[in-house]
């Protein structure tokens, strides 16, 4: 099976994807676990790609984010509900993860 080019993949569905995916399979199986695989998953295929296009820094930047939300939507989740707390989390990271590297043009880093 071939793999993408780094350069042509597009991120931020990939953020979206492994958060608000990884929530979903977690929840219908019950198997936490198992969220974590289509989480972690997509992290990897997303970062690869922001190292190719944008660099170190911008990687480690949209990998806290994306860590970061995971972690976030467990609190937040306690103050406006699951869904919310996720499809937000996910949108900050998809958002960032387009303006930061899918929206710009490629560079020979």
């Given at each position: 099976m071939p793999v993408t080019?780094?350069?042509s993949v597009r991120t931020a569905p990939l953020a979206a994807l492994g958060l608000v995916g990884g929530y979903l399979v977690a929840r219908e199986?019950?198997?936490r676990p198992l969220g974590g695989v289509l989480l972690g998953a997509c992290?990897?295929?997303?970062?690869?790609t922001w190292l190719a296009k944008t660099g170190p820094a911008v990687t480690a930047l949209l990998s806290v984010l994306y860590v970061g939300g995971f972690g976030a939507s467990h609190p937040l989740a306690k103050k406006i509900g699951a869904w919310?707390?996720?499809?937000?989390?996910?949108?900050?990271s998809a958002g960032a993860s387009w303006a930061l590297c899918d929206r710009a043009p490629q560079s020979d880093v």
């Open positions: 080019p780094a350069s199986s019950g198997i992290g990897l295929y997303a970062g690869r919310p707390a996720v499809l937000a989390v996910s949108a900050a």
